[in-house]
């Protein structure tokens, strides 16, 4: 529901009401315009009538603002909306007066107001917001005082605990929107080496140098077998070569050839990985 930016002239000192309005505490939302964009204000009832209705709301307004409202009346499924101006405020109290509202929906709040009427006729109903916001116009009974005033904050507590739900809700949507922004972290992400047994490692040799045997080597007759500690690439190539048990004197040559030794990629969930295994490299003197 949009409201009019207009204020309409604020009527001046209080006037007595001619058409009666009844208690009533039912969820009223209140529209205004703030700086061009609509605005919604949650309050409560006080009471209400074919000529307006007053209510506590949970934000501030100025007699002359106009605005919408939207509210139900009770044991009717129906919702009521009319356009309004503010006539009195008095700190969150405002009573507001009837600008347009449909005439089906005028209807039913006289509807309501008669079977209110005959249920309680015992109500005073005409005075009772007047007084409230103007009580220099007609002072209180003490009884009627302390009534007025547990029923101020009862309505008070409402709209507190309405205000914390609507501010944990609109937190919770918020939350749950920034969540739904934030990259889900992998279920198992793939580890960046593997240790692979040699066996499993020959399989994927595609090509193989054989080393030179060191002539001093074979003259002293030195003969072995030397192992290496290696690490291939995901592409396949040797990237790393140390040596682990063997003959030290053969080890530079057969370092040297397994450098250019090539595999298939090693793969672990489908996608290459750095693999690390060990070499064994034989050597006979014939």
């Known amino acids: 529901m949009s409201a009019a930016t207009a204020r309409v002239p604020v009527r001046s000192g209080a006037t007595r009401r001619r058409i009666p309005r009844y208690p009533i505490a039912v969820p009223v939302d209140v529209t205004v315009l703030r700086s061009g ?9 006080l009471d209400v009538g074919e000529g307006g209705l007053a209510a506590i709301l949970a934000g501030e307004l100025h007699p002359g603002d106009s605005v919408g409202l939207e509210f139900r009346l009770p044991d009717l499924d129906v919702q009521l909306r009319a356009k309004a101006v503010v006539r009195h405020q008095a700190r969150l109290r405002f009573g507001v007066e009837f600008l347009g509202i449909p005439p089906e929906q005028l209807e039913l709040i006289r509807h309501w107001a008669r079977r209110t009427a005959a249920a309680q006729p015992e109500s005073q109903p005409a005075e009772t917001y007047r007084r409230e916001l103007s009580p220099s116009v ?14 101020v904050l009862g309505l008070a507590l409402a709209l507190i605990v309405v205000a914390v739900g609507m501010l944990s809700w609109q937190w919770y949507r918020a939350w749950e929107e920034l969540e739904s922004h934030v990259p889900r972290k992998p279920a198992a992400a793939n580890p960046t080496r593997a240790r692979v047994p040699a066996g499993v490692m020959e399989q994927l040799l595609i090509h193989k140098v054989e080393p030179v045997y060191p002539e001093a080597a074979r003259q002293a007759n030195v003969q072995g077998v030397v192992v290496l500690n290696a690490v291939i ?7 790393d070569v140390r040596r682990v048990s063997g003959p030290a004197a053969l080890a530079p040559a057969a370092m040297d050839a397994v450098k250019w030794w090539r595999f298939q990629p090693y793969r672990v969930n489908g996608q290459p990985v750095e693999a690390e295994t060990t070499i064994a490299v034989e050597f006979h003197a014939d």
């Open 37 to 45: 964009i609509p605005a919604t204000i949650p309050g409560r009832s």
């Open 138 to 151: 007609e002072s209180l009974s003490q009884p009627r005082q302390s009534v007025r005033l547990r029923q």
């Open 233 to 239: 690439a995901p592409d396949g190539t040797v990237v």
